[in-house]
């Protein structure tokens, strides 16, 4: 089983920004891909980036030009670097991780809130 956990979440004014990282822990296999979701209240739990093998990267339009995903493969943690934050980015924000032999691995979230 895999264990992912989120941090680096918070308050932030518009404008700002944070770095999220997932760090990924327990019965690790073969990468396959991670990526990063969040969920509004009261909306669905939106696709925002991910990253495969070899460092292929790719974005929702949302997160285009401000988001930017990536990975250290030492230390199985993905992160997602958000710039210039409005507050319509305020959302609970997760991690998700597939690995050879464990494919839907999903971390407990992590609250991202953008003050105006």
């Known amino acids: 089983q895999v264990h992912l956990v989120e941090s680096g979440g918070g308050l932030v004014q518009a404008g700002g920004s944070l770095r999220l990282s997932c760090a990924a822990s327990?019965?690790?296999?073969?990468?396959?891909?991670m990526s990063w979701h969040r969920q509004a209240p009261g909306k669905q739990r939106e696709f925002l980036a991910a990253?495969?093998?070899?460092?292929?990267?790719n974005y929702a339009d949302s997160a285009k030009g401000r988001f930017t995903i990536s990975r250290d493969n030492a230390k199985n943690t993905v992160y997602l670097q958000m710039n210039s934050l409005k507050p319509e980015d305020t959302a609970v924000y997760y991690c998700f991780a597939a690995y050879a032999g464990s494919l839907n691995n999903w971390g407990q979230g992590t609250q991202v809130t953008v003050s105006s």
């Open positions: 990253i495969t093998t070899a460092g292929r990267m």
């Open positions: 327990g019965s690790i296999g073969r990468f396959i891909a």
